[in-house]
């Protein structure tokens, strides 16, 4: 059983950043998709940035590239940069997780199994 806990948001203004991170606990040596996904009122969640916790192959959501940057540590803890905050980018924030199954990570939030509590990102003009 993986136990993800987020945390890093809050509000900032336009142009702000922020770092956002992802404890990981309960993990096995398996190989993970690590995700961060977001869901505003009214909005289905959306995932922004993938990871496999193998090779560290990144996926960027076309909205987020230049802007947001996906890592992860050696303890499989994962982290998202954001830079140059907009409006647009205010949600909850959510870490997820599957076991990896092929070669790639995706972005469809239906298809990871594991999910943290959620962190607010709030970016005012």
């Known amino acids: 059983q993986v136990q993800l806990v987020e945390s890093g948001g809050g509000s900032v203004q336009t142009g702000g950043s922020l770092r956002l991170s992802c404890a990981v606990s309960g993990y096995t040596y398996f190989r993970y998709c690590m995700g961060w996904f977001r869901q505003a009122p009214g909005k289905e969640r959306e995932g922004v940035a993938v990871?496999?916790?193998?090779?560290?192959?990144t996926t960027y959501a076309d909205s987020v590239k230049g802007r947001f940057t996906i890592s992860k540590d050696s303890a499989k803890n994962t982290y998202l940069q954001i830079d140059n905050l907009k409006p647009e980018d205010t949600a909850m924030y959510y870490c997820g997780a599957v076991l990896l199954r092929g070669n790639n990570c995706y972005l469809n939030a239906e298809n990871y199994r594991y999910w943290g509590q959620g962190t607010q990102v709030t970016v005012s003009s």
């Open positions: 990871i496999d916790s193998g090779d560290a192959t």
